[in-house]
């Protein structure tokens, strides 16, 4: 299973990190997704190079930008068990303007 995303949707991306890694962990009684394990998830967008930078651009607006760790944050192991391992995580700057991007890719473990 892969999952790569062009757009940014936090609720999406939020719904795929919490997802459940056997189908036993689904809850019946609300909505859920079942990812098995091995499924990659791969993003490259737009991203602060750091926590504090600014965004200094008219697009995308800064309410479409990631902050630096939120991808990490997101995707890092969780209490509840649920875990993927990220296997990239690094920003880099578009050929046009100049803005920052991250490339970020975790695997379900």
């Not at 919490?18 to 490259?44: E, F, R, W």
Request: aromatic share 10%; proline share 5%; glycine share 4%.
């Amino acid at each position: 299973c892969i999952y790569a995303i062009r757009f940014l949707n936090r609720k999406l991306l939020s719904y795929i990190a919490s997802s459940a890694s056997s189908i036993k962990n689904v809850d019946p009684k609300s909505p859920s997704l079942y990812l098995p394990i091995g499924t990659i998830m791969a993003m490259s967008h737009f991203c602060k190079p750091t926590q504090t930078a600014e965004w200094n651009f008219d697009h995308p607006k800064v309410s479409n930008v990631l902050d630096r760790d939120e991808l990490s944050t997101l995707f890092g192991n969780k209490s509840d068990g649920e875990k993927w391992s990220i296997l990239k995580d690094d920003i880099c700057q578009d050929g046009d303007h100049g803005r920052t991007l991250i490339q970020f890719i975790a695997r379900k473990i």
